[in-house]
Structure formats: C-alpha cells, structure tokens
C-alpha cells in the first residue's frame, strides 16, 4: 500500500532552535530516504514553498475566490512530504515517527487511494 507522509511545520517551533539543531534535521531526514530508497519503500517527496507563496482556490456561487496562505487561522503549514510503500499502516507510523519534523509539529500518515477507491 503506498502512503503520503504530509510533513506539518511551525515557523515559531523551527526559530525556537538552536542553528546546531537546525543544522541536524536534514541530514538525519536524509538518512532516513536512504534506508527507505535500499529497502524499496522510498516513492518520492519534495519540500514545499514557504507559506507566504501560497494561494488558497475557493469557487463560490461559481466564482474562483483567491486567498494568500494556506490556512489563515492555522500555526502550522504543510511543509513537504514522503511519499512511501509500506507493508502496513503499522509500518507507515513507524516511518513517519522517525522524520524528525515529527518530533517538533507533526506528521499525518494518509493511505493513497487507487483510481476506484475500493480498498478504503
């Protein structure tokens, strides 16, 4: 079954740490594909744009609405994903878990639906 690792991030939470701190995450992130790209689960992933280039798309009474940010009234913003392949759920936790963003805002683990969606 293949999963999406949605990386969740503060901006206060990432100012809160010290540049040594900082300096850790990507490496250990990047050992983290390593080990998932040798055992084949590792799909893909990307680190997205800071919020302040990101446009929200509502469409109201048939009208595209535009607002700047992902969510206005929220701290944390979708910071990047993984995109893996996992035996299990179990397993997905357990990955997400070790993605050092986890240990400072969160990390949701969403099953990918096939093009029927039979298997949710």
Known sequence: MKYMLLIYSNPATWEALSP???????????????????????????????????????VRDGAPIT?????????????????VACDSLERAVE???????????RVEVRPLMDGSGLEM
């Open 95 to 105: 990955v997400a878990a070790r993605i050092p963003d986890a240990r400072l805002a």
């Open 20 to 58: 040594e701190e900082r300096d850790r995450l990507g490496p250990e992130h990047a050992e983290l594909i390593r080990e998932l790209t040798e055992s084949g689960e590792w799909l893909g992933g990307s680190v997205l744009a800071d919020p302040s280039n990101t446009k929200t798309v509502q």
């Open 67 to 83: 607002t700047d940010g992902p969510f206005g009234e929220s701290k944390e913003h979708l910071a990047g994903y993984d995109l």
